[in-house]
């Protein structure tokens, strides 16, 4: 039987790695924002959709896969992503996607409900 004090470490533990995950996920889509905002400046100042390019095809299926693999995850810091990454500033190709998961996850909460 563990003692106190292993349970106090495992949970310190578990903690520490939950809030790193929690952290990722917000750099994750940091990262997205950064790069597709820059993709999208790119192609615009080119005259290019940057939405009908190979890149951004590939991006926006990344984004739906870890979207839907961490879903979970993202829910508890939906709200942090939400205001910090997704102002109403960032463009509307860009924060189109972000919509879309939360449309989606009200959608399923309301299946559950």
């Known amino acids: 039987m563990a003692d106190d004090s292993t349970v106090a470490v495992l949970e ?4 520490a790695a939950m809030r790193e995950k929690k952290e990722t996920l917000i750099l994750v889509f940091q990262k997205y924002v950064e790069l597709a905002s820059a993709h ?4 615009d100042a080119q005259g290019v959709d ?34 910090i990454i997704f102002p ?13 998961f939360k449309a989606l996850s009200e959608l399923h909460q309301d299946d559950v409900a």
């Open 40 to 43: 999208t400046t790119a192609c």
């Open 12 to 15: 310190a533990s578990r903690e």
């Open 88 to 100: 109403p500033t960032v463009d509307e190709r860009i924060a189109g996607l972000w919509a879309d």
């Open 50 to 83: 940057p939405t009908a390019t190979p890149w951004w095809r590939w991006v926006v299926g990344f984004f739906r896969e870890v979207s839907r693999v961490f879903k979970e995850d993202i829910e508890e810091v939906k709200f942090t992503i939400d205001a």
